[in-house]
């Protein structure tokens, strides 16, 4: 069983920065997609960045500009570097990974990595 594992969450002021890293223990394809989703207590939970195989990527509007996605390939880690950050953008942020293995379909989540954006 592959596990996500999330790091780099924290307490931090507004504008400030952080990195998070999400490592796959196990093997995912490296043609699968890779993405950062964020829950807020209350909300719903979104689509926050992903990146294809091929390094394509898309970002949610609230974060355009501000957060860069990128991944490791042959470390099966993706990365969220966040900057300019946004009491708005407090939330737990989850890893997710999806695609094919041969003929079977995985879809994996991590446990979740607070943000924390505060004066």
């Known amino acids: 069983q592959v596990q996500l594992v999330e790091s780099g969450g924290g307490l931090v002021q507004p504008g400030g920065s952080l990195r998070l890293s999400c490592a796959a223990s196990g093997s995912i394809s490296s043609r699968g997609v890779m993405a950062w989703y964020r829950q807020a207590p209350g909300k719903q939970r979104e689509l926050v960045a992903s990146?294809?195989?091929?390094?394509?990527?898309g970002y949610a509007d609230s974060v355009k500009g501000r957060f860069t996605i990128s991944r490791n390939n042959a470390e099966n880690t993706v990365y969220l570097q966040m900057n300019s950050l946004k009491p708005e953008d407090t939330a737990a942020y989850y890893c997710?990974?999806?695609?094919?293995?041969?003929?079977?379909?995985?879809?994996?989540w991590g446990q979740g990595t607070q943000v924390t954006v505060s004066s």
């Open positions: 990146i294809s195989s091929g390094g394509g990527t």
């Open positions: 997710n990974a999806v695609g094919m293995l041969g003929l079977r379909a995985y879809d994996y």
